[in-house]
């Protein structure tokens, strides 16, 4: 089993729709968790975080967090076609050494 | 001003070469990494250095060897390239107490013939 798993998509919404990312993960000592958005051909830059149970909203991005069922969540609302991207779900793992592991992230297609 | 930059930012070689990739950064930080992102996007942490001494080693073949000649700078050395070291080589930097916000650079794009 993956320690970060996520479908790689890819997953289209028309442009206004609410797109909804999905992750699961394998280790539960994890604490922290982040989602990374990563346009073609470029770098990965962070988005979101979250730490506790429940949702974190920040502009039109929510990120929900279920440690009991060991799955985070990002929900972009009013998409736009620059939303377009692949995302990438992380988590810093539980040895001292608080290396992020990531998933191997969901591409999005946002239709104008 | 760049925050973290890469040179080369494309690699093409031929198998069983030797090839290095540098990374500096001007964010003051005193954590540096290096990711491989493989063909299906996979982003995995090969090593990380925190005011140049090695933190993360992962399983790495020893062909791969870092160099962080200052916290402002990461190498990395690959020795006898094969064709599966193919992928874009991400160096990354933050500080240790925020290690989740990791600043990346834009990649070194590695082609093995």
């Known amino acids: 089993q993956k320690e970060v798993e996520q479908n790689s998509g890819p997953l289209s919404v028309p442009e206004g729709a609410i797109a909804s990312l999905n992750c699961t993960y394998s280790d539960r000592g994890s604490q922290s968790f982040f989602w990374y958005r990563q346009y073609s051909g470029k770098s990965p830059e962070l988005i979101m975080s979250?730490?506790?149970?429940g949702d974190k909203e920040d502009g039109r991005f929510t990120a929900q967090l279920n440690k009991a069922s060991q799955y985070v969540s990002l929900l972009i609302r009013d998409s736009q076609p620059s939303d377009s991207a692949t995302y990438l779900c992380a988590l810093r793992g539980s040895s001292n050494t608080g290396k992020l592991i990531f998933g191997q992230g969901t591409t999005l297609q946002v239709k104008p | 001003d760049t925050a973290v930059s890469q040179t080369p930012k494309y690699l093409v070689t031929q198998m069983g070469n030797d090839k290095s990739i540098k990374c500096e950064q001007n964010?003051?930080?005193?954590?540096m990494y290096w990711y491989k992102q493989d063909s299906k996007k996979f982003l995995k942490i090969m090593f990380s250095?925190?005011?140049?001494?090695?933190?993360i080693n992962e399983t790495v073949p020893n062909r791969f060897s870092p160099k962080s000649p200052d916290k402002a700078h990461l190498n990395l050395h690959i020795n006898s390239l094969e064709l599966g070291d193919s992928a874009v080589y991400f160096c990354a930097s933050s500080q240790f107490r925020v290690r989740e916000t990791q600043y990346f650079g834009p990649g070194t794009r590695l082609l093995v013939l």
């Open positions: 979250i730490y506790s149970n």
């Open positions: 250095y925190n005011n140049k001494e090695l933190i």
């Open positions: 964010l003051g930080h005193d954590t």
